[in-house]
Nanobody
Framework: QVQLVESGGGLVQAGGSLRLSCAAS????????MGWYRQAPGKQRELVAT???????NYADSVKGRFTISRDNAKNTVYLQMNSLKPEDTNVYYC??????????????WGQGTQVTVSS
């Protein structure tokens, strides 16, 4: 089994910053791509940013230049530094990791979600 534990959400004023963290633990043979997604009530979950094990990154157009994704492979942890936050960034943010377990089975895992609220 693999668990993803997120932290770092909260309430911030527009223009402020937050840093999200997500640590993976458990039966991890190889931690492949990791990423962050967000979902507002009644809407589909959307990609925010992803990062491969080699460090290649991909961002949604709406966060380019404001958010930075990074990872610490030794700690199986992914981070999302969010700067210049806007009210429209208010969402529940979910961590995702594509992990190969010791039985060589690969699947996606999700964190429990962390609320980010940006006030105007």
């Amino acid at each position: 089994q693999v668990q993803l534990v997120e932290s770092g959400g909260g309430l911030v004023q527009a223009g402020g910053s937050l840093r999200l963290s997500c640590a993976a633990s458990g039966s991890i043979f190889r931690n492949n791509a990791m990423g962050w997604y967000r979902q507002a009530p009644g809407k589909q979950r959307e990609l925010v940013a992803t990062i491969t094990s080699g460090g290649s990154t991909n961002y949604a157009d709406s966060v380019k230049g404001r958010f930075t994704i990074s990872r610490d492979n030794a700690k199986n942890t992914v981070y999302l530094q969010m700067n210049s936050l806007k009210p429209e960034d208010t969402n529940v943010y979910y961590c995702n990791a594509r992990i190969t377990s010791y039985n060589y089975f690969t699947r996606d895992y999700w964190g429990q979600g962390t609320q980010v609220t940006v006030s105007s």
